[in-house]
């Protein structure tokens, strides 16, 4: 492939968002800001995943390779390893078994946050690195 159709693959690109995002105004404004299009469709799992057009005309969707689940901060992950966790690693498994990667984005997160305890929760930093790093 030459760098001229990765070039004209990359712009083709599309932002898939499962059609279970909560539509707010956040949200539009959060797709707004992509610097490609998007279309708002099912996700077998994830938030998040993409789709391009080959230089062949072809589709081709990650949506079954690569997917990102997003938090909107430190508090919702953390009820995710706790009173949502196998509803959680469900999510998680149907991927995997399917052969795709799934990253977490955790919206105004940092590992600093983490470190301080700074989110809504009784877990423990120690506890949500070790859930996060697992």
């Known amino acids: 492939m030459t760098y001229n159709e990765i070039t004209q693959i990359l712009k083709s690109m599309v932002i898939i968002v499962d059609d279970r995002e909560k539509d707010t105004p956040l949200l539009h404004q959060r797709l707004n800001s992509f610097p490609c299009a998007y279309m708002r469709k099912r996700l077998n799992f994830g938030d998040y995943s993409a789709e391009v057009t080959l230089p062949n005309g072809e589709k081709f969707s990650l949506a079954d390779k690569v997917t990102i689940e997003r938090k909107a901060d430190l508090t919702e992950i953390c009820g995710n390893f706790t009173t949502n966790r196998i509803r959680f690693a469900k999510e998680f498994d149907r991927a995997a078994a399917a052969g795709a990667k799934t990253y977490i984005l955790i919206e105004n997160g940092s590992w600093e946050k983490i ?12 506890s949500l690195l070790g859930s996060l790093t697992t």
Do not use: F, L, V, W
Not at 117 to 125: D, F, I, L, N, V
């Open 115 to 126: 470190n301080r305890g700074a989110y809504r929760s009784k877990m423990t930093p120690a």
